[in-house]
């Protein structure tokens, strides 16, 4: 299908040149939406290890390691992909990214300022709004909480705790929980 098919495209570009950081990030790329982020860690690594400056490789490492249950390594390539790239197009996605993170080391206040700077942005997604709504529904900030879900259901419609699970590139069982948790202290339908 489809997904054999990227697979087997991204592979073959790092067969035809091994030292295109383009074909790692593509390939990493790959596994994280697959969503397999232990597997996209290595790739990430090593387009940045070609290219230091590759901002989106950074990034997606920093959510790799997140999504995998690495959130406290993920802080700084994600600073280091806004610094590289403070004017990106996905700004907004590399703040949620940052929001999502601090979510999973249960610093919600963090998460709750860059998840309200994520959504100022352009290419926002309901996953965008799902770290803020969580650190929101944990610090109790349960009238904040209710606009963020009505926000979520605007960019998702009929969204619920069942399709969240259901859509997540989030593999750790326990960070999981833990922004599920959250939504349904802000009250997102299950």
């Known amino acids: ?88 197009p996905i700004i907004g996605i590399m703040h949620a990214r940052m929001a999502r993170a601090f979510l999973f080391l249960r610093q919600h206040e963090k998460a709750a300022e860059w998840g309200k700077s994520a959504l100022r942005q352009q290419n926002v997604s309901w996953p965008t709004s799902a770290s803020f709504t969580s650190s929101l529904g944990h610090l109790g900030r349960l009238d904040e909480a209710r606009q963020a879900i009505d926000r979520m259901q605007t960019l998702q419609p009929g969204i619920t705790i069942g399709f969240v699970r259901d859509h997540t590139t989030i593999t750790h069982r326990d960070y999981l929980d833990h922004l599920i948790d959250g939504l349904r202290k802000a009250g997102l339908p299950e």
């Open 1 to 88: 299908g489809d997904r054999d098919k990227a697979l087997q495209a991204a592979k073959r570009a790092i067969e035809l040149d091994t030292e295109d950081a383009w074909s790692h990030w593509a390939l990493g790329l790959f596994y994280y939406v697959d969503p397999d982020p232990v597997a996209a860690i290595p790739e990430f690594e090593h387009a940045i290890r070609l290219n230091p400056s590759f901002a989106d490789a950074h990034s997606l490492l920093g959510n790799s390691l997140a999504s995998a249950g690495r959130a406290e390594e993920a802080v700084p390539h994600i600073e280091q992909a806004i610094r590289l790239s403070p004017r990106d």
